[in-house]
């Protein structure tokens, strides 16, 4: 007997504790959770359109060379002011000058023939007059005389040429600016077409906004548009100048670019931004209710609704468009029901709540 009481003894005593737990733990679930609740209200569809975007300069170039070679001095460094014409990059040009010096000995070489020629068509010219020389041999003079002229021209050429190849080697600022971007070091290859450096002339800034194909038959280019950069919580205003008609590269979507009115000292190129663009008004009705409000789990979005008795219910609901703060409500909440906007403690599925008034 005093075996068997000792092999009781511990399930008795558990049994008890568990016991204990479940009445707090429903005591706990008993408790009402304070929220404060709102109720949809039927509204008309948004009259804008919001769409990401990005602040940039209006005058940008990524500079490259049209020649290889290994890079012999870059002359800037990010963050430094330039003026136009200035050195940026020096790339080895050794084989060029080279050809430079072929090029100059030419040109003397073909001016010499040139005024040699010249003197010759000049002395048989007089010599014809004088019918001292044939038909023949002035013709043969002309020509040479029209030979060595066009000689001269083209060592000329050849000479543009090796000044648009040196030019190519020395890279200069295009326009004054800031230097935004630095892709080589002394040493490396510079290659046809590869990025160098970036380069961005101050004063005004657009905004590059990414519409999708559903959305751009509505923008109209000159309407006025509202900015919102998310870094400095500023609200800016721009037109609509440039549409693109093409979404080839862009994956669906349209590029739109916006003159903005004014810009804030706090503005750098690459910051983020929204854009609202007006759109003509729907007499369609929707739900809408604050971003702030949705329960995500992975790939479900929900909103907690309240129940007749007064419980929590966590309703899955299908997204729609952004509008600003708010968010569209394609199905799963209607029109006049309440939903929870926030509570005092955590909330899930069917637990008590009590509303705050």
């Not at 790339?91 to 001016?111: F, M, P, R």
């Not at 979507?253 to 931004?273: E, N, P």
């Not at 729907?282 to 971003?291: D, G």
Request: proline letters at 3%; aromatic letters at 6%; charged letters at 20%.
């Amino acid at each position: 007997m005093k075996k068997i009481m000792q092999f009781l003894f511990p399930i008795i005593a558990l049994s008890m504790f568990s016991c204990g737990d479940g009445n707090k733990k429903e005591l706990t679930e008993t408790t009402p959770v304070n929220v404060t609740i709102n109720k949809t209200t039927p509204s008309t569809e948004a009259s804008f359109l919001a769409a990401s975007g990005t602040i940039t300069t209006d005058q940008h170039a990524d500079i490259s060379t049209r020649m290889m070679g290994y890079v012999t001095n870059v002359h800037v460094k990010v963050g430094d002011n330039v003026r136009k014409g200035q050195l940026l990059v020096s790339i080895n040009n050794s084989d060029i000058l080279a050809k430079e010096a072929q090029v100059k000995a030419g040109i003397i070489q073909a001016k010499a023939g040139l005024k040699n020629a010249e003197k010759d068509y000049n002395r048989f010219k007089t010599l014809f007059s004088q019918n001292s020389a044939s038909q023949k041999e002035l013709d043969d003079m002309t020509t040479r005389y029209e030979v060595a002229k066009a000689q001269l021209e083209a060592a000329y050429q050849m000479q543009n040429e090796v000044n648009a190849h040196l030019s190519y080697s020395n890279i200069r600022a295009p326009f004054s600016g800031t230097i935004t971007g630095k892709y080589v070091n002394n040493g490396d290859m510079a290659n046809p077409g590869m990025p160098l450096v970036s380069i961005e002339a101050p004063g005004k800034f657009i905004a590059t906004a990414m519409v999708p194909e559903t959305e751009i038959v509505n923008i109209k280019k000159g309407s006025t548009v509202k900015v919102f950069v998310k870094s400095t919580d500023e609200q800016l205003t721009g037109k609509v100048t440039e549409v693109s008609n093409s979404a080839r590269l862009t994956g669906g979507q349209y590029i739109v670019k916006i003159d903005l009115d004014k810009t804030a000292s706090k503005l750098y190129s690459g910051m983020f931004v929204t854009t609202h663009f007006p759109i003509e008004a729907s007499e369609n009705t929707v739900v809408s209710v604050p971003k702030s409000v949705l329960v995500k789990r992975g790939e479900l979005v929900g909103i907690y609704t309240v129940s007749e008795s007064n419980t929590a219910i966590l309703r899955w609901v299908r997204l729609g468009k952004s509008m600003g703060d708010d968010v569209e409500i394609l199905s799963g909440l209607n029109q006049g029901e309440t939903y929870i906007v926030s509570a005092e403690s955590n909330l899930y599925n069917g637990v008590k709540i009590a509303i705050k008034q």
